[in-house]
């Protein structure tokens, strides 16, 4: 009896660990809820229920032992390579190839992992994105190192002010007001001609793209709360992105 | 033509790939969550060249996006999202944003209304887009599940 109680606990605990990892993460509230009921039942536990939210997760066996865990989650961000090993974790786990302790060394692991591109890749890269979708918006090829001048500096000024400050709408505000300035001062300067094209495709790394599909794709496996809370973020980023924009253009007009 | 085909393909290609960078998808699928946000887009080009209504190739190419990440995602065995999120940002309307954004400005409402409607619609059709391809994907998975 005692060690079947040791047990419950410990399967909730591996749940509860996987499906905070992947919420804190981006993966989609349903994914979540389904990964935690695959890896109970896998381990044989009775009666799995689980409840998620964007910002909780509340996990209980119920059966002959019972045990309930309770996560809040406070931070998130976007790792999608943490969800993917997580995802292979369970999966390996409801094949039968994981114990329990092995599980939970491994979900460890993945959740002190470091990322798997380091910030100055990923500035580097986002700048360049705003070089391609300046193409893709019929830009000119002479106005690309303009575009990518705005777009790192956009991105990088939002990581900046989401570590300052908890108010992530401010900071896209803030980066969306940086990119309309500096695009107008590019084309002062005379290294950019077109400033509206440049403007659009350097706010490109700030759109909520993820935010967007989980919202959808939450809606659609019928987590309402999940998906309508996503969906107005998502809004409320657009409207942040909006506002800064409109902000610069009035500094021109 | 060609060239132009050529340029939009390698952009979006790099475009896409970039933007699974920021959002941290594992270094084995970058390459094709690139060609997944190309196909996407030169299908969006395409149709946009050819006079299409942009509501409807956005949808069109939305579905075609998701179809592909679905496709991806059970042959890699990695999740959805991991090649759908990349794919769609180039259909996201900015410049229609832009423009809606731009009016308000210049305190002219009924344009700005108008043309904030049409964004609205086209990411709509982006949403819709993607729960065509999940819906279509359910039911070819139930239909194979049948044929064994």
């Known amino acids: 009896m005692e060690q079947s109680s040791v047990r419950c606990k410990e399967i909730v605990e591996i749940c509860v660990l996987a499906g905070k990892i992947m919420l804190e993460n981006g993966g989609e509230t349903y994914r979540v809820e389904d990964t935690m009921m695959r890896i109970a039942t896998a381990y044989g536990a009775e009666g799995p229920q689980s409840f998620v939210m964007p910002t909780g997760i509340m996990f209980a066996i119920e059966g002959t032992e019972s045990a309930t865990r309770l996560v809040r989650i406070s931070r998130r961000s976007t790792n999608l390579s943490k969800v993917t090993e997580v995802n292979d974790i369970s999966r390996r786990i409801a094949g039968g190839h994981l114990q329990p ?153 | 033509m060609i060239a132009e085909y050529l340029s939009q393909s390698i952009a979006s290609f790099v475009g896409t790939a970039c933007f699974g960078v920021i959002f941290q998808i594992p270094k084995r699928s970058l390459v094709h969550c690139g060609l997944a946000g190309m196909v996407g887009w030169i299908v969006y080009y395409g149709l ?5 209504d942009p509501i409807a190739a956005t949808w069109a190419s939305a579905v075609l996006i998701g179809l592909i990440a679905h496709y991806l995602a059970i042959r890699f065995k990695v999740p959805v999202t991991v090649f759908s999120v990349s794919g769609i940002i180039p259909l996201v309307p900015g410049g229609m944003a832009y ?50």
């Not at chain 2, 946009?48 to 299409?52: E, G, N, Q």
């Open chain 2, 48 to 52: 946009i060249k050819a006079d299409a």
């Open chain 1, 101 to 253: 302790a092995e599980a939970r060394a491994l979900l460890k692991g993945v959740e002190c992992g470091e990322p798997v591109y380091p910030l100055r890749i990923q500035l580097l890269l986002a700048a360049l994105a705003s070089g391609c979708f300046l193409i893709l918006y019929e830009g000119t090829w002479s106005d690309m190192p303009a575009a990518m001048l705005c777009g790192g500096t956009g991105f990088w000024l939002l990581g900046w002010m989401t570590r300052l400050s908890s108010i992530r709408l401010f900071g896209e505000l803030i980066a969306a007001l940086a990119v309309g300035l500096l695009s107008y001062l590019a084309v002062r300067l005379g290294v950019g001609q077109q400033h509206s094209t440049i403007m659009i495709a350097s706010v490109m790394p700030l759109v909520p793209g993820l935010l967007i599909t989980n919202a959808v794709r939450d809606l659609m496996a019928g987590h309402l709360v999940s998906g309508i809370s996503k969906g107005a973020e998502a809004f409320l980023t657009a409207f942040a992105i909006g506002a800064g924009i409109g902000i610069a253009l009035t500094f021109n007009a």
């Open chain 2, 99 to 148: 423009d809606a954004m731009l009016n308000v400005v210049q305190n002219d409402y009924p344009t700005a209304m108008q043309l904030g409607a049409k964004a609205f619609m086209l990411s709509g059709a982006i949403a819709v887009g993607l729960v065509f391809s999940e819906v279509i994907n359910q039911v070819s998975k139930k239909a194979r599940k049948r044929a064994f």
